[in-house]
């Protein structure tokens, strides 16, 4: 790749603009004056929310829909994996092309690139940060994995030194970014249809925070034993968060695993030299972010309706507990939507665990995304496999809105959760 084609360009195509990460750098671009526009298989918010700038979108996937003067394609990574022939197709048509995470890369090679990664967090994390440092007016550059509330948009256009990045191990997304801070959050199994095993994903992550560099540092919780692994042999200095947790916080959002996020945050904002009072008041005020914990309204009987993107036992878990925590003895109902046939087979046994602060869950059909139908993983299997915890599976959403319509009462909380399109539910609900 030549080393101005992301700043030569002027007129961009995205293939898959609906992505959160896609859209944040499509943001970017059209903020830079350029002529862009984009294809996606689905209409989304995001794609709503990009067509009111002025985005021509399509909906659909080709390369016929690329138009003959672009000067540049940035495509998701999803897209050379499960739709190869477009790739293909762009390169006998002679169309400069290039993946998101190398369009990151050279965003973030002239930056000072704070990079988040880790199985679990990221989002949460890269967005605490980015709210300290936009209080402390350091203005940077920022590309989350979801909507930040105040700003209601994924990306915020910085004129600092500073990138804040959301780092994606997915198919080893993140090694194209160039960190000078590498956040770590944890570890888990998670993309198990391309890694073997968690030992692959620990090379992964290990070859990431190689790349930070002597002046840089490496943020994780060093003695977890997951991470241990991966902190052997590197350039930049190590600094173990667990040293900046603060357990009499006052997060607005409940849970360990928040306080973890907000520990790494506040390491970040120590070695940036931002007083910790202040990043500590910033991280008190902070509201959290779009699908994560997020309070979406109350019904007209009364009962509470919360949504999360919590996909991954580890998460689920984690975000139950911090429920749990929150509302006490309160009746929690979990409407949880599988999020890939692959996921939900490897990781059965641990998401059969995993609902145990919930008093009754509702699985959707699970949520194919990028992967063809696997007969042999189903939601009722997955329903009959929990334990602790009242379950059971529905064939479809309308299903499930006519279970709660007659179920839930005054006080209840029903939580949607999943990477999929579940929130509707409670949309729907509170409609």
Not at 48 to 60: A, R, S, Y
Not at 129 to 144: C, E, H, R, S, Y
Not at 145 to 157: E, H, R, T, V
Not at 355 to 361: K, N, P, Q, R
Request: aromatic share 8%; glycine share 6%; charged share 25%.
């Amino acid at each position: 790749m030549k080393k101005s084609l992301l700043s030569e360009a002027q007129k961009i195509f995205f293939i898959g603009i609906g992505g959160i990460g896609v859209s944040a750098v499509a943001r970017m671009m059209f903020l830079e004056d350029k002529k862009v526009s984009g294809s996606d298989i689905t209409q989304s918010e995001i794609t709503d929310e990009l067509q009111k700038l002025g985005v021509k979108i399509h909906i659909g996937q080709s390369a016929d829909l690329v138009p003959k003067e672009t000067d540049l394609v940035i495509y998701s990574p999803a897209i050379s994996v499960y739709d190869p022939e477009i790739v293909k197709t762009l390169q006998k048509r002679k169309i400069n092309a290039i993946t998101y995470p190398e369009a990151l890369h050279e965003i973030s090679k002239d930056k000072y690139t704070i990079a988040i990664s880790g199985t679990h967090g990221k989002t949460t994390t890269t967005a605490m940060i980015a709210k300290i440092m936009l209080d402390a007016k350091l203005d940077p550059t920022v590309i989350v994995g979801s909507i930040l509330k105040d700003q209601k948009s994924n990306f915020i256009a910085g004129k600092s030194k500073y990138f804040i990045v959301e780092a994606c191990e997915y198919r080893k997304s993140f090694l194209d970014i160039e960190p000078t801070i590498a956040v770590v959050t944890n570890i888990d199994n998670d993309h198990l249809d391309y890694y073997k095993d968690i030992g692959a994903i620990q090379n992964a992550f290990h070859e990431f925070v190689s790349k930070v560099p002597k002046n840089g540092y490496i943020i994780c919780e060093t003695a977890h034993k997951r991470i241990e692994p991966i902190v052997k042999n590197l350039s930049g200095k190590i600094v173990n968060y667990a040293d900046f947790r603060e357990e009499d916080l006052k997060l607005k959002v409940p849970g360990k695993h928040m306080r973890d996020d907000a520990a790494c945050a506040l390491a970040v904002a120590h070695i940036l030299g931002i007083p910790k009072k202040n990043a500590e008041r910033s991280l008190e005020e902070f509201s959290g972010t779009w699908r994560r914990f997020e309070y979406k309204g109350i019904t007209k009987n009364g009962a509470l309706v919360y949504d999360d993107y919590g996909h991954h036992p580890t998460e689920v878990k984690a975000t139950l507990a911090g429920a749990r925590e929150f509302f006490g003895k309160k009746n929690i109902v979990v409407v949880f939507q599988p999020h890939l046939y692959s996921r939900t087979k490897l990781l059965l046994n641990d998401f059969a665990t995993a609902f145990s602060d919930a008093d009754e869950v509702l699985i959707a059909p699970i949520y194919a995304a990028r992967e063809k139908l696997d007969a042999s993983i189903t939601s009722e299997m997955l329903a009959q496999k929990i334990k602790n915890t009242h379950a059971r599976a529905f064939d479809n959403f309308s299903d499930i809105e006519m279970y709660l319509a007659e179920k839930i009462q005054e006080g209840d909380v029903v939580i949607t959760m999943g990477a999929g399109d579940v929130y509707k539910i409670g949309e729907h609900l509170l409609q």
